[in-house]
């Protein structure tokens, strides 16, 4: 026996329903899946127009209303804000940073178990293939045995055209089984990512909001130091004049004791 009647044997003894077994079970953690991700999207909706205005608005009063509204929102968004506005009082490169190390947690909560969404609608096809094969091998293999009966066993060769039906039937459910499971995972694997993107992308705009609104407010300061700096007034030079005099006070005596000798010596 050589290797290929070897795995021949094996393919035939074992059938294809296995295979369709794996891709029910399969399919279970695929609808598992998408409902779990589906109902975490769900939990996280709000709208970002709203949370937008809502933050301009309350950046004009102070930080720390800002704060509180984000606080309030159940998105994703809102909690990259958040994460800005907590280090906002140390300029904007630190909120920068901060939302940027948050965005990264979030995407990964909004990228859970897509890949396993992913591999499946790739590969659930060629795992349905798989078993189209072996109901194929097994069909001819039916063909092979019965043309080796001799014609005394005609009866039993009869029934030879119904076991090959039989086997081509189940290659052919194990293909629809395996379309059946990756359709639908590809389906709201390509949805999820889609809401991931739009998600990223409405956190890049809440983002900028608050940079542009933490860049205007220390461009204010600056330029309001500037002005005070240029409007004081310069320091007097007051040090000279009183040593000037102090020196002038000091040679006076000096004349004085000059004008009495001269006036002794005329005298």
């Known amino acids: 026996m050589n290797l290929i009647e070897w795995l021949q044997r094996i393919m035939v003894g074992f059938g294809a329903a296995w295979v369709m077994w794996l891709m029910i079970g399969l399919s279970v953690v695929s609808v598992a899946i998408i ?11 709000d709208d970002v127009v709203v949370l937008a205005r809502d933050l301009r608005n309350a950046l004009k009063d102070s930080i720390e209303a800002a704060q509180k509204r984000m606080e309030a929102s159940p998105s994703a968004e809102a909690a990259v804000v958040k994460a800005g506005l907590i280090e906002a009082d140390r300029g904007p490169k630190a909120a920068e940073e901060a939302m940027a190390g948050a965005l990264a947690l979030q995407r990964m909560k909004l990228e859970r178990r897509l890949a396993y969404l992913g591999t499946l609608g790739n590969n659930a096809p060629f795992i349905g293939l798989f078993g189209t094969v072996i109901g194929v091998v097994g069909a001819f293999d039916a063909l092979g045995k019965a043309a080796e009966k001799p014609a005394a066993q005609a009866a039993a060769a009869a029934m030879a055209p119904q076991q090959v039906m039989s086997s081509i039937a189940e290659a052919l459910v194990a293909t629809a089984v395996g379309l059946a499971v990756a359709i639908p995972a590809v389906a709201f694997n390509n949805y999820f990512q889609r809401m991931i993107r739009s998600t990223l992308a409405n956190t890049e705009a809440l983002t900028r909001v608050l940079l542009a609104h933490l860049h205007g407010e220390k461009d204010a300061l600056e330029a309001g130091a500037g002005v005070a700096v240029a409007a004081a007034p310069a320091p007097k030079k007051a040090e000279p004049k009183a040593q ?13 004791e000059d004008e009495e000798e001269s006036s002794e010596e005329n005298g």
């Open 35 to 45: 409902l779990e991700r589906a109902w975490f999207f769900w939990s996280l909706r």
């Open 244 to 256: 000037a005099n102090g020196s002038r006070g000091k040679k006076a005596p000096a004349k004085d």
